[in-house]
């Protein structure tokens, strides 16, 4: 039963955030849609194709990523950013949400040092990123790995394996996340690719 709980729990701090950044990204290309759809149709009938609010909601992230890394961009998305965190219970959703993402895209890679192949279950191989290494007291050296767990990459399992029993992936961190988040769909060309 305690398992059953645990199990339920994971899910919905899986679920919840996924659910809500659809459901938000959804609204927010609805809501291009007829603010940019209207316009187009209005003065410019011959521009708009349906689905102009996913093409101007992909216009608008890379926009907002182009801001995000210059200065006077920095200073907008700041004051934008603190002013949603004002905002009652959407603040919430909004910290949960920034957490996760950048707990997936930018903490895993700083913490991470390389990505390996290791046995997790006898006969069975699996992703794994190297965070530590040590010696034991017998003088072998030991790599402490932190084996994420699919498609929910935020948890996992920490394991600490002999560096003899560990197979090193060529392969950069931000290409191994991809490939586990992917659970392999993610072709990585080998060579050339690590960090």
Do not use: C
């Not at 699996?126 to 034991?136: K, N």
């Not at 790995?145 to 931000?174: A, C, H, Q, W």
Request: hydrophobic residues 50%; positive net charge.
């Amino acid at each position: 039963m305690k398992n059953l709980k645990r199990y339920f729990i994971s899910g919905l701090i899986f679920i919840i955030p996924v659910s809500l950044s659809i459901w938000i990204l959804f609204k927010i290309t609805i809501f291009l849609e007829g603010i940019v759809g209207g316009f187009l149709k209005k003065y410019i009938p011959g521009i708009y194709t349906p689905g102009i609010g996913l093409i101007s909601l992909i216009l608008l992230i890379l926009i907002v990523g182009i801001l995000a890394h210059n200065f006077v961009g920095r200073r907008i998305l700041y004051f934008t950013e603190k002013f949603l965190t004002l905002i009652p219970f959407f603040n919430k959703i909004y910290i949960f949400i920034k957490g996760i993402v950048q707990n997936i895209f930018e903490e895993r890679k700083k913490v991470f040092k390389e990505a390996v192949e290791v046995e997790f279950i006898p006969g069975f191989y699996t992703v794994g990123f190297v965070t530590d290494e040590r010696e034991s007291p017998d003088g072998k050296k030991l790599l402490s790995i932190f084996v994420p767990t699919v498609p929910n990459i935020s948890t996992g399992f920490y394991v600490i394996v002999p560096e003899e029993k560990v197979k090193r992936l060529d392969m950069s961190i931000e290409d191994a996340l991809k490939y586990v988040i992917s659970m392999g769909i993610f072709k990585v060309k080998n060579g050339g690719n690590k960090n």
